[in-house]
């Protein structure tokens, strides 16, 4: 069984503050995903990652893939009220596989 | 428009009265799956369809069953729904052919009472 664990499992920050939250896997994944969640709606997907050692950024937010493809991780800068939800990364064993992986979560508040 | 629709958002039933949950899609995506989350955790994989082709998860109780009458639409039954089985339910749909990309309704809040 594939285990994807994140932390910290919960992170509550100032506004402005910038923060790091990781995703760690000892199986490789082909590609690797993050996807925000506020409460009461579905997974959004932020971004998705396929080769070791990517970065991507999206606005404020960097996505890091691993190496190895094993981990992962998302940095906030300069965090804003806005971006207070679950992250959750998942991860794909094959390309076209039909099933993800999800990590156990990070939940994140920032405040005003 | 949403392009994953899930009906109701919130459902309350009683201990041991079966219940159905709905999804529907208008993507046309080859792939649906039901997902259960509970409080703060991670969506579980429950079951999902490459097409008509049913697949299980091997630690999904057999209260939870499922139909795909046709690409749109999909079910999720719960036979005898316990305390336990209230959370949150999403349903989620992908292209095979393209990328890894789910998407997600906005999910079935069911309560049993």
């Known amino acids: 069984t594939q285990l994807l664990e994140q932390s910290p499992q919960f992170l509550s920050i100032q506004e402005g503050e910038n923060l790091t939250v990781y995703c760690n896997s000892s199986?490789?994944?082909?590609?690797l995903q993050w996807y925000r969640q506020e409460p009461g709606e579905g997974p959004v997907l932020l971004v998705t990652v396929v080769t070791g050692g990517e970065v991507k950024k999206l606005k404020r937010l960097t996505f890091q893939f691993g190496d190895a493809r094993k981990d992962s991780s998302l940095h906030i800068t300069a965090a804003q009220p806005g971006d207070t939800g679950l992250y959750l990364c998942a991860g794909a064993s094959n390309f076209g596989n039909e099933k993800l992986t999800f990590g156990t979560g990070t939940r994140l508040t920032i405040i005003p | 428009d949403a392009m994953v629709i899930q009906n109701p958002r919130y459902q309350v039933t009683q201990f041991g009265k079966p219940v159905t949950l709905s999804c529907s899609q208008t993507l046309n995506h080859n792939v649906m799956y039901w997902y259960q989350q509970k409080s703060s955790q991670a969506p579980k994989l429950l079951f999902h369809?490459?097409?008509?082709?049913?697949?299980n998860e091997a630690d999904t109780p057999d209260n939870f069953q499922s139909r795909r009458p046709n690409t749109s639409f999909c079910f999720l039954d719960i036979r005898s729904p316990g305390l336990g089985d209230a959370a949150m339910y999403l349903c989620a749909t992908k292209t095979w052919v393209e990328s890894e990309k789910l998407f997600f309704g906005s999910g079935t809040q069911l309560s049993v009472l």
């Open positions: 369809y490459y097409d008509k082709d049913f697949n």
């Open positions: 199986s490789v994944f082909s590609s």
